[in-house]
Structures are given as structure tokens and as C-alpha cells.
């Protein structure tokens, strides 16, 4: 299977935006998405934290995804950019060890 590039993944999420008239019926409504996007990170941590399996967490994880690509196309951004924009950022920073785990962060000190 080609991996999927965002474009691909960004033209499907379009459809499916399309096909549901998300604009028109109130699904691109800022807030609103911030709630559903809300609504799957806690089912992202209940898979964590009930020890269901990888299928669902993937599957969870897939529907934050689909949800932040919505919400580009919602506030009319360009995620890919962001993407690559904040990378490059983040791998300028340094790390370190906060409370016994890994953070990479912009350190004061
Ligand atoms: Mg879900």
C-alpha cells in the first residue's frame, strides 16, 4: 500500500465535508469542532487508559486526524505548512528530563 500524503488525505476530508454539507449545517462551526475534537482525545485516553487494543486506539487516533484536517479546511488553513513549519521548530529544541520523563521545550534555563 503507497503511503498517503496529506493532499490525498486532505481531498478525501473535503469530500467528506462536501457530502454532508458540513459548512452549510453548522459543522465547521469553530467551537463545535474543538468539542468533538475534545470528544475524541478522551476516547484516545480511555483506550489508554482501559487497556483496549492497538486496532482501537489507531482508530480513535484516525478520527482525531480526521477531525484536524476538517478543522484546516473550517479556518481555511494550511495544515501541511503548519506541519512542516512547526517541525522544523521543534527539531531546533533541546531536550530534557521534567519529573522522571522526556520533554522538548523552550527551556528558560
Ligand atoms: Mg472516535
Redesign the pocket.
Known amino acids: 500500500m503507497n503511503p498517503s500524503s496529506y493532499q490525498e488525505m486532505l481531498a478525501l476530508v473535503q469530500s467528506f465535508h462536501d457530502k454532508h454539507d458540513l459548512r452549510r449545517a453548522g459543522g465547521e462551526d469553530l467551537a463545535y469542532r474543538v468539542a468533538l475534537m475534545a470528544e475524541?482525545l478522551g476516547?484516545i485516553s480511555a483506550c489508554v487508559t482501559k487497556g483496549k487494543g492497538k486496532d482501537q486506539l489507531a482508530?480513535?487516533c484516525a478520527?482525531l486526524l480526521i477531525l484536524l484536517i476538517g478543522t484546516a479546511i473550517a479556518a481555511d488553513f494550511d495544515l501541511d505548512q503548519a506541519f512542516q513549519t512547526k517541525m522544523g521548530r521543534l527539531s531546533t529544541r533541546k531536550s530534557k528530563i521534567v519529573n522522571g520523563r522526556i520533554r522538548v521545550s523552550e527551556f528558560s534555563e
Open positions: 475524541e476516547e482508530e480513535e478520527d
